[in-house]
């Protein structure tokens, strides 16, 4: 019901002309891409592999959130299973602090290198102290930080470096997401046969991948900026 709703009120909606003149288009093409800084190869590179890192990170920990908090913290059968009702809970809860906060407040790329790094530290302490009570809060956490729309985020700022490319930009990144779904099974399978709190261990590595992306992400956007301010000033100049 809410898919047809939804498209009702997007046939009504006006669309940029894509008939343009093409000197209009090759201008506006022009200006989107100076303030981009050149994103090239290795952006493109990055920014998949942020797919990638971005959607293990939280799918890893939505399989076996529930086995780690029983067989590794002890908490029992019946609570174990409502850890992923907490996780959730924390997604839901991130979706909308997102919403109100990101760009009014502060940048997506900010956002994203906070959430990454809450992911991080969340997943490092789980790993050292795996207590009910601490596995409880990181299922919250990790929920908010890696399930809550980082993953758009980061989409969201891949479209924005490749202005001329951007359905093939998101097409590529949530295809890297598509490549963790499947991979990751396979690998936690082989982890788990060590013991399933060596799971949580290799997602805390896949978290520090994540974050280090997340800082070149930030850095790269700071480059943005800088050119945009660049060229605005040679434009009034």
């Known amino acids: 019901v809410l898919m047809i709703i939804s498209a009702i009120y997007l046939i009504k909606m006006p669309f940029p002309d894509h008939r343009a003149k093409k000197e209009t288009a090759e201008k506006s093409s022009a200006a989107a891409v100076a303030p981009q800084a050149n994103a090239g190869k290795l952006d493109m590179a990055i920014f998949t592999l942020y797919g990638y890192i971005g959607m293990a990170t939280f799918y890893l920990v939505s399989q076996w959130l529930a086995q780690y908090g029983e067989f590794v913290a002890g908490i029992p059968h019946e609570s174990a299973i409502k850890l992923l009702s907490v996780y959730t809970a924390g997604s839901l809860t991130c979706v909308f602090v997102t919403a109100a906060f990101v760009k009014e407040?502060?940048?997506?790329?900010?956002?994203?290198?906070?959430?990454?790094?809450?992911?991080?530290?969340?997943?490092?302490?789980?790993?050292?102290?795996?207590t009910p009570m601490i596995v409880t809060g990181f299922a919250f956490i990790i929920g908010f930080a890696a399930a809550g729309g980082v993953l758009q985020i980061g989409a969201t700022i891949m479209a924005m470096s490749f202005p001329n490319g951007k359905g093939k930009a998101t097409g590529i990144f949530y295809t890297a997401g598509s490549l963790a779904s499947f991979t990751i099974p396979l690998i936690t399978a082989k982890l788990s046969k060590m013991g399933i709190a060596s799971i949580m261990w290799f997602d805390l590595l896949i978290a520090i991948v994540g974050f280090v992306i997340a800082l070149y992400i930030g850095y790269r956007q700071l480059q943005v900026r800088a050119a945009a301010k660049t060229s605005r000033v040679a434009a009034t100049a």
């Open 105 to 130: 407040v502060f940048s997506s790329a900010v956002a994203m290198i906070v959430y990454t790094f809450l992911s991080m530290m969340s997943l490092l302490i789980v790993c050292l102290f795996p």
